[in-house]
């Protein structure tokens, strides 16, 4: 069964960054799509970026578009999400979930995942 471990979450400025962390284990990683969610206090859990398996295709929340990048690398099963211009908007706990799927499907729905990590909290505030 695969497991993800997410990372690098903390307390960020407005304009600052942050680079996340989604580390696997169990299965090779090269297998499964990634998707990047957000929950804040209060409101549903919202797709944020993903990946396929591949690493070929990437899709972005409108939201975060021109801000965020996903990035994937195989070799060490992780997954990360670089967020650049923070805004207290982006403020929440941040999963990773994986779908084992075809080298080019993604997806940002919540309920296309099958494999959720624990979240790492993202507060964006001066």
């Known amino acids: 069964q695969l497991q993800l471990v997410e990372s690098g979450g903390g307390l960020v400025q407005p304009g600052g960054s942050l680079r996340l962390s989604c580390a696997a284990s169990g299965f090779p990683l090269d297998y499964y799509a990634i998707g990047w969610f957000r929950q804040a206090t209060g409101k549903e859990r919202e797709g944020v970026s993903c990946?396929?398996?591949?690493?070929?295709?990437?899709d972005h929340a409108d939201s975060v578009k021109g801000r965020f990048a996903i990035s994937r690398d195989n070799s060490k099963n992780t997954v990360y999400l670089h967020m650049n211009s923070l805004k207290p908007e982006d403020t929440g706990i941040y999963y990773c979930a994986g779908k084992r799927a075809a080298r080019w499907y993604k997806s940002l729905g919540v309920l296309d995942y099958d494999y959720w990590g624990q979240g790492t909290q993202v507060t964006v505030s001066s």
């Open positions: 990946i396929s398996s591949s690493g070929g295709s990437a």
